[in-house]
């Protein structure tokens, strides 16, 4: 027993070994080139304007053809920072690459802002000739809404936070409940729908009692039941369900959330010449960086000792390291999008009808890159086509077997909406009818995949479709 304990008590020892293995190293750099490749039109401008700030070695190149001026310019401004940074006063983040003096106005500089639901009821408020309680109150309600336009705390809580009566509190509602959008101030759905009922002077004794009594019946389509239970003819009831689809469930989502507006900006423009499709990267939508020569003559008339040789070398080495990994995007995108319109020339000849599937890992095999890679080269880019413009990741969809392969499942959907669409509102298709008709097309598919689809699409089934 003793013996067994000191072997294993010798067998506790530290033991210096090497050994050889592979593992992949993730430099700053290559973080930043993944960073890039990943980056959408706008967060890519935006990452640039900041390295511009940053760094006085890159610049963007010159669009005007003088220049003089502009070596001209760029040297006084290549002076100030050299002696910025001999004095100690050079600060990244304050630095600025052009004279601020002479100031140039922009559009954007007059451009308003977008009203959002609550600026343009508060504006509303401040017209009505009420008390300072009142306007109180009505601030209260205004602030007490989401951004569809629904109340979403009760009058009795407002009553007990403001010290105010009920009646008070009911009649600054019933006021903001008049303003536009028609809606706005409501606590549920069917008093929403009342107000502009009410607002438009459509009301009618079965719409009301319909948005009142029956809005479940109504979602379900159920105009029979509805009928029975109002003792309307089922063409009096279809008249008033058309005018209900008409007033919206959601008032204040035609106003700006307060979010910025962000436009699609296409990097890839395809264009048909002769019978090939063309692929290229749009000049405007990356701009052109370059490294000024003055920082580089600085940088070695200043000597290899120089503190200022060495802060513009890091700066000019992490400058070309940027302009090196734009250009290195611009090549990963372009050759993504040149197989992408290679694999679907039928939906560029033919339409969305010819989709075909298409995955990351058929990509990545022909372009000689990693699936990882083709899915950052793909997020969030646009290209414009003669189809119209479209999402990269648009053409990289699943489906089901046909008689030509495997159809993209945006392909199905499409012929799913163009039945539907053709279809008889009073004998609407059914999903197994739809199946039928897209085996008729030889396309396998099962009953719960056209629904799974149909949904996707935010189409009703067949019973709520229905029209009397």
Request: aromatic fraction near 8%.
């Amino acid at each position: 027993m003793i013996f067994a304990i000191k072997e294993e008590i010798m067998k506790l020892n530290y033991n210096l070994t090497v050994e050889q293995k592979q593992q992949l190293s993730m430099t700053p750099e290559l973080i930043q080139a993944i960073k890039i490749l990943q980056f959408n039109y706008h967060e890519l401008n935006s990452f640039i304007e900041e390295e511009l700030t940053e760094n006085p070695v890159l610049e963007k190149q010159p669009e005007s053809s003088d220049d003089e001026k502009y070596d001209e310019k760029q040297k006084e401004i290549s002076d100030e920072i050299k002696e910025k940074i001999i004095e100690g006063q050079y600060d990244d983040i304050s630095y600025r690459q052009y004279n601020t003096d002479d100031k140039e106005f922009t559009l954007e500089e007059f451009a308003t802002a977008d009203i959002t639901l609550f600026d343009e009821l508060n504006m509303q408020l401040s017209f009505l000739n009420i008390n300072k309680k009142e306007n109180l109150i009505g601030r209260y309600i205004i602030e007490g809404m989401d951004k569809n336009g629904y109340l979403t705390i009760s009058v009795e809580e407002i009553s007990q936070r403001l010290n105010a009566e009920l009646e008070e509190v009911d009649k600054v509602l019933k006021l903001v409940q008049s303003f536009d959008p028609s809606g706005v101030g409501a606590r549920n759905l069917s008093e929403c729908l009342l107000i502009q009922l009410k607002h438009c002077c459509l009301s009618n004794d079965y719409a009301i009692d319909i948005v009142t009594n029956h809005l479940e019946d109504l979602a379900s389509n159920k105009l029979s039941s509805i009928s029975k239970k109002t003792g309307a003819t089922i063409g009096e009831i279809q008249d008033v369900t058309d005018l209900i689809k008409t007033l919206e469930p959601k008032p204040g989502r035609a106003y700006s959330s307060g979010d910025a507006t962000r436009y699609i900006v296409p990097e890839i423009r395809v264009e048909k010449v002769d019978d090939e499709y063309v692929v290229t990267l749009l000049d405007d939508s990356v701009p052109k960086l370059m490294v000024s020569s003055y920082y580089r003559k600085v940088s070695k008339q200043e000597g290899s000792n120089s503190e200022v040789s060495a802060y513009l070398n890091d700066r000019y080495n992490s400058a070309m390291w940027l302009i090196k990994s734009i250009e290195q995007r611009k090549g990963t995108i372009l050759s993504v999008a040149r197989t992408i319109v290679e694999h679907q020339k039928g939906f560029f000849n033919d339409g969305p009808k010819h989709l075909k599937t298409l995955t990351l890992k058929e990509v990545a095999e022909k372009v000689g890159v990693h699936e990882s890679t083709v899915s950052r080269a793909i997020n969030g880019k646009y290209m414009q086509s003669p189809r119209g413009c479209f999402e990269l990741k648009y053409f990289f969809t699943s489906g089901v077997y046909g008689n030509d392969g495997k159809i993209s499942s945006n392909s199905i959907k499409y012929f799913i909406r163009e039945f539907i669409e053709k279809e008889d509102v009073k004998k609407p298709l059914s999903d197994q009818k739809i199946v039928d008709m897209l085996n008729d097309k030889a396309i396998d598919i099962k009953r719960r995949t056209v629904a799974k689809y149909r949904e996707e699409l935010n189409i009703l089934s067949s019973s709520k479709r229905r029209r009397y």
